[in-house]
């Protein structure tokens, strides 16, 4: 068994949206950048998903436009700020998309797989993954194991997850 190191979620194939919408940042919160799970606050705008299962109305950090040169998606340029100025930022919506995602905490079991689970912040990695010590009823619904060639397999711990979260939890 082995200890794969944790990374950000991606996104897996195409489903129905996945063109990016334009959002607010709230540009008093945490520097994001592609691949990062966001989350929408009450008036805040969009910020960068550190809650775990706290979080809810999650999207997906698209990649700066090639066509506007990053004019949507927030650079970082200090602590706390955005360097785009535009107060915009390109995401994906996630209701129906499947992810692959790292797990978290203990290693993958076959028992895991169909399972939903709650989300938790990796704060030495600072990307969002699967816990595996929360069940929950809204989650991240674990469909199978990623390819091995992407991180790991049943009995390791970090392993790559494809699945999709409850459509409770997306924006």
Do not use: W
Request: glycine share 12%.
């Amino acid at each position: 068994m082995a200890t794969i190191t944790v990374d950000k979620p991606q996104l897996v194939g195409f489903g129905e949206r996945t063109e990016p919408t334009r959002v607010v940042v709230d540009s008093s919160g945490t520097n994001f950048a592609h691949r990062d799970l966001v989350t929408y606050g009450s008036t805040s705008g969009i910020d960068k998903a550190t809650g775990g299962a706290s979080d809810t109305k999650l999207a997906f950090a698209m990649d700066p436009d090639v066509e506007h040169d990053a004019y949507y998606e927030p650079i970082e340029s200090g602590a706390g700020t955005f360097g785009d100025g535009s107060g915009y930022a390109q995401v994906v919506l996630l209701d129906g998309q499947l992810l692959e995602m790292s797990t978290a905490n203990e290693a993958l079991a076959t028992v895991d797989l169909g399972a939903i689970f709650a989300l938790t912040y990796d704060s030495s990695a600072a990307t969002a993954v699967v816990d595996l010590s929360t069940s929950s009823t809204s989650g991240f619904h674990i469909q199978r194991v990623a390819d091995p060639v992407h991180g790991g397999d049943v009995g390791d711990t970090g392993t790559r997850v494809v699945g999709r979260l409850s459509d409770s939890l997306c924006l």
